[in-house]
């Protein structure tokens, strides 16, 4: 699954070790899953939630939702036994957590199989600084952005305009858009507070992110409508395409919509607009 042909606008975490919340999870309107075995998931019950989580997946019922398993990070006493448990339970793809390098991406891949999607977590200042050899590993399909971890670690302030962290989050979504992969931008902690994730999600909209990682099911209604285009948006992007189809016929290579020049690469990002509109309506179809 990608974001041309799946949307990735609400991204729920969900605990690995909750048999309830596994179960609401295949009625919920988000567009993809994390099952969380790594910090939902305490130290004396990890053991029980992994094979919670297998079952849970093998039954299915999760529909086109995105199935992502978060896994715990290889340098732990669990991670190992994760993989071996998880990696034919039907997932969709792996999250492996605590990323600094491409090597740990490879010692992941190594216990995997060859066509089984990863994604990382980039939560670290050296995850940040290596992004771009991260996202262009050939098994990674997907970053998620850590912003709390990587709050902790520069030791920086919260504010609601996540300035301390805009250069980390531009540069994940470039090293995701360099590669050609999904990227997701963190979570929004006040998760009752609806006019503050509306807004931090229209900012992760703005600078390109897919969609957003979620803590709680209120969140989700929000979240998709902030990622999904508009249908001023749509009506744009098929009026371009029109009028620019109609230039190429007559043999110009620019038109003119709503007094603005298009060009190719407007056309570009009008089918992008189309195809992320239409995956949604698919998804909706369910």
Request: proline share 4%; glycine share 6%; hydrophobic share 45%.
């Given at each position: 699954?990608?974001?041309?042909?799946?949307?990735?606008?609400?991204?729920?975490?969900?605990?690995?070790?909750?048999?309830?919340?596994?179960?609401?999870?295949?009625?919920?309107?988000?567009?993809?899953?994390?099952?969380?075995?790594?910090?939902?998931?305490?130290?004396?019950?990890?053991?029980?939630?992994?094979?919670?989580?297998?079952?849970?997946?093998?039954?299915?019922?999760?529909?086109?939702?995105?199935?992502?398993?978060?896994?715990?990070?290889?340098?732990?006493?669990?991670?190992?036994?994760?993989?071996?448990?998880?990696?034919?339970?039907?997932?969709?793809?792996?999250?492996?957590?605590?990323?600094?390098?491409?090597?740990?991406?490879?010692?992941?891949?190594?216990?995997?199989?060859?066509?089984?999607?990863?994604?990382?977590?980039?939560?670290?200042?050296?995850?940040?600084?290596?992004?771009?050899?991260?996202?262009a590993h050939g098994r990674v399909t997907g970053l998620v952005t850590g912003t709390n971890d990587l709050t902790k670690d520069l030791g920086s302030r919260y504010r609601a305009d996540r300035l301390p962290l805009m250069s980390?989050?531009?540069?994940?979504?470039?090293?995701?858009?360099?590669?050609?992969?999904?990227?997701?931008?963190?979570?929004?902690?006040?998760?009752?507070?609806?006019?503050?994730?509306?807004?931090?999600?229209?900012?992760?909209?703005?600078?390109?992110?897919?969609?957003?990682?979620?803590?709680?099911?209120?969140?989700?209604?929000?979240?998709?409508?902030?990622?999904?285009?508009?249908?001023?948006?749509?009506?744009?992007?098929?009026?371009?395409?029109?009028?620019?189809?109609?230039?190429?016929?007559?043999?110009?290579?620019?038109?003119?919509?709503?007094?603005?020049?298009?060009?190719?690469?407007?056309?570009?990002?009008?089918?992008?607009?189309?195809?992320?509109?239409?995956?949604?309506?698919?998804?909706?179809?369910?």
């Open positions: 699954m990608d974001a041309s042909t799946h949307p990735y606008r609400s991204v729920l975490y969900i605990p690995g070790s909750k048999e309830r919340a596994l179960d609401k999870a295949r009625s919920l309107p988000c567009d993809a899953i994390i099952f969380d075995l790594e910090d939902a998931v305490a130290p004396d019950a990890k053991d029980e939630a992994r094979q919670m989580l297998a079952q849970a997946l093998r039954d299915g019922g999760y529909g086109k939702r995105a199935k992502i398993v978060r896994i715990n990070a290889l340098t732990t006493k669990w991670g190992l036994e994760d993989v071996q448990v998880l990696r034919d339970a039907g997932a969709d793809a792996i999250l492996l957590p605590k990323v600094n390098t491409r090597s740990d991406v490879d010692n992941l891949a190594d216990l995997l199989a060859p066509d089984t999607p990863i994604w990382t977590m980039m939560e670290t200042p050296v995850s940040v600084f290596n992004a771009r050899d991260i996202a980390a989050l531009q540069m994940i979504v470039m090293a995701a858009r360099a590669a050609r992969i999904v990227a997701i931008d963190g979570v929004y902690n006040r998760f009752r507070e609806g006019d503050g994730l509306k807004a931090e999600c229209e900012q992760g909209r703005d600078l390109g992110f897919d969609g957003k990682t979620l803590i709680h099911p209120a969140q989700i209604e929000v979240t998709n409508t902030a990622f999904a285009p508009t249908s001023s948006e749509i009506d744009l992007a098929e009026r371009q395409i029109a009028a620019y189809q109609e230039s190429q016929a007559s043999g110009l290579g620019i038109a003119v919509v709503d007094g603005q020049i298009v060009e190719n690469l407007h056309v570009v990002a009008a089918q992008r607009t189309l195809a992320k509109a239409n995956a949604i309506a698919e998804m909706a179809a369910e």
